[in-house]
């Protein structure tokens, strides 16, 4: 069964505290990974795509990496505007055409 | 470019009542999406349109329903509104199977 689980669920950060968090995926046909920033009461903000192992994307304090299994996204001397939810996906082939699976998301709490 | 606009922001009903939500993607977008986001369960896929036609569905019952218009605009419908429905409704376009999901900023679901 395609699956992906995002760990940890959440993480508590002091300012300038660097982290990684981790999406693991099992999926049939990859066809690419994307990461995902949620503010509360707001959709997904669009980050990064990724779609082949030894991938990176970089965006000001943040770097999303990819292997055969899992991703992580980097994020490097964190600050407080950075608190949200981040949500990894994956599209995968399905029968006839694709599909997106979502992680429940890790919460990241950044303290001034 | 305007973004992914969803109407209305929020909404209250009682149990047994339907419902419609509206979502107007991207300008240029032709496919839209339609998830439930709950904090237990994540994102959830509820279906996809593109061109109106239902590509794709997702493993809920069939009071969940949707439909697309020419404009590429899309409606969700929920009939006999259930408890268990309460949730943020999420609306998503993009231009073509190779580009990331942008979202709205959701329909709040309340159910009584």
């Known amino acids: 069964e395609d699956q992906v689980t995002q760990s940890p669920e959440a993480l508590r950060l002091q300012e300038g505290e660097s982290s990684s968090l981790n999406c693991s995926y099992t999926?049939?046909?990859?066809?690419?990974l994307f990461w995902y920033r949620q503010d509360p009461g707001k959709g997904p903000e669009f980050l990064f795509t990724l779609y082949s192992a030894g991938e990176e994307k970089e965006k000001e304090r943040l770097k999303a990496t990819l292997t055969k299994k899992e991703s992580f996204l980097h994020i490097t001397a964190p600050k407080p505007e950075d608190s949200a939810t981040y949500l990894c996906a994956v599209q995968a082939q399905g029968s006839g055409t694709y599909k997106y699976i979502f992680g429940t998301g890790t919460r990241l709490k950044v303290l001034a | 470019k305007a973004g992914v606009t969803q109407t209305p922001r929020y909404l209250i009903k009682t149990r047994g009542q339907q419902v419609t939500l509206s979502c107007s993607p991207i300008s240029g977008h032709r496919s839209v999406s339609w998830y439930q986001q709950t904090p237990g369960q994540g994102l959830q896929f509820l279906f996809e349109y593109f061109s109106e036609t239902q590509r794709n569905k997702g493993n809920f019952p069939g009071r969940f329903s949707g439909r697309q218009f020419s404009n590429s605009r899309s409606e969700m419908n929920v009939s006999t509104l259930e408890l268990g429905d309460s949730a943020l409704y999420l609306c998503?376009?993009?231009?073509?199977?190779?580009?990331?999901?942008?979202f709205g900023n959701g329909t709040r679901l309340t159910v009584t």
């Open positions: 998503a376009s993009s231009s073509d199977m190779n580009s990331p999901l942008h």
């Open positions: 999926v049939s046909g990859l066809r690419g």
